[in-house]
């Protein structure tokens, strides 16, 4: 899912009138929103908290909790089939040749596999809320490769959020009293840290990448199309994840550690499905957003959601919230909200830019 500061309805190709959205009331449209945000925050919160919960009751797999991250990706099939308009099966004039498609998959899918590994790494050794935080800094990656990658301009605004982010990470790279899980070293929380870092910016780079495949290969950015990017490139990454678990010889201790799992096998493999099904309720959230609102937007939410989870965290898992963590937290939330208010001015502008663009017109029909 790529971040753009075009909504995806406004895309060039895709009229409004062609989309089923715009035969919504506006408290059906917002109904819609409201239910993907929920999907959203939900799914990547409770993701988060298994995946540490799977950490903290004897699982020790980084592939295995690296698979459940895409393994789910069959779920998006049913949004595919049920909201496939006949305008989504046409194809673009000069669609790119079947080998081009699959090696842009192949690539997508074995970067998303390393991220999620990355991912899987960082919270291994951090805490859910110390995790979520250092996460909260893809906004700052973003912004800068979106600057690069896909012409982004970069505003004042955009420049504070980018400190203030990075800031924030900082804050928690150097904290000697935060809560670590039970036997990291001071070490491999760093090894997390960086791990949580990377992922971050591995992330930001796909979104990037994503979003210029979008635009110079597939040239489209139809709900299907943005369906077909997320199963296809989850499937490649499935793939690399679960090839990575055979040659990493962890699937040999899995026996064992299903068997002194600490609350029990099926807890175990519960867990296990939680977490593939969270992440993939996240998805669909994600990929709703993008269909709904924009591409921004999605984004955004999801980073508000990494805030939210050091709370959900701080209930469920009683972690520490030191006064480091709550500055970087407030950090967070400041850089985001300046990203967020950036974007909103940028729309704005557009916004009257199209109005006066339509007033002429109006004018033309009256005469």
């Keep these: 899912m790529a971040d753009n500061q075009q909504p995806i309805l406004d895309k060039e ?4 009138d062609e989309l ?6 506006r408290w059906q449209w917002w109904f819609l929103v409201a239910l993907n945000i929920f999907f959203l925050i939900v799914g990547q919160a409770a993701a988060v908290l298994l ?22 990706f069959p779920v998006l099939f049913i949004p595919l089939f049920l909201f496939r308009s006949s305008k989504d099966t046409s194809t673009s004039t000069n669609p790119p040749s079947i080998l081009i498609l699959l090696l842009i998959y192949f690539s997508l899918g074995s970067l998303i596999a390393l991220d999620n590994w990355l991912y899987s790494t960082g919270l291994l050794y951090l805490s859910a809320s110390t995790y979520s935080l250092v996460c909260a800094s893809q906004l700052a990656f973003n912004s800068v490769f979106s600057y690069f990658i896909n012409s982004q301009k970069f505003t004042i605004l955009i420049s504070n959020s980018v400190i ?3 800031l924030s990470s ?12 039970a036997g990291v070293s001071k070490s491999k929380y760093f090894v997390g840290f960086i791990c949580s870092l990377g992922a971050s910016a591995l992330y930001s ?25 997320q199963i296809y490139t989850s499937l490649v990454a499935t793939i690399v994840s679960v090839v990575a678990l055979f040659i990493s010889g962890e699937w040999k201790s899995l026996p064992q550690e299903m068997a002194g799992f600490g609350t029990g096998r099926v807890s175990y493999v519960l867990t ?13 959230g994600v990929i709703g957003l993008i269909f709904i609102v924009s591409s921004l937007f999605s984004n955004a939410i999801s980073t508000v959601s990494l805030a939210v989870t050091p709370l959900a965290a701080l209930v469920v898992f009683h972690d520490k919230m030191n006064g480091v963590k709550i500055i970087a937290l407030l950090l967070a939330i400041w850089g985001f909200v300046t990203y967020l208010y950036q974007n909103y001015i940028d729309e704005s502008k557009a916004q009257r830019r199209r109005n006066r663009t339509d ?4 004018e033309q029909s009256l005469c």
Excluded at 53 to 64: E, I, L, P, R, V
Aim: hydrophobic residues 45%; charged residues 20%.
């Design 170 to 181: 900082a804050l928690l790279a150097v904290n000697d009293d935060s809560e670590r899980p």
């Design 359 to 362: 007033e002429p017109r109006d």
């Design 205 to 229: 780079l796909l979104l990037s990448l994503i979003q210029l495949t979008f635009q110079k290969v597939l040239k489209r950015e139809t709900f299907s199309v943005v369906l077909e990017m």
């Design 272 to 284: 296990l499905v939680g977490t593939a099904v969270a992440w993939q309720t996240c998805s669909v």
């Design 51 to 72: 995946g540490r919960f799977y950490y903290d009751k004897g699982g020790n797999s980084k592939w295995m909790a690296t698979v459940v991250q895409t393994a789910a």
């Design 20 to 25: 089923p959205l715009a035969n919504l009331k």
């Design 164 to 166: 203030i982010l990075s």
């Design 13 to 16: 190709g895709t009229s409004v």
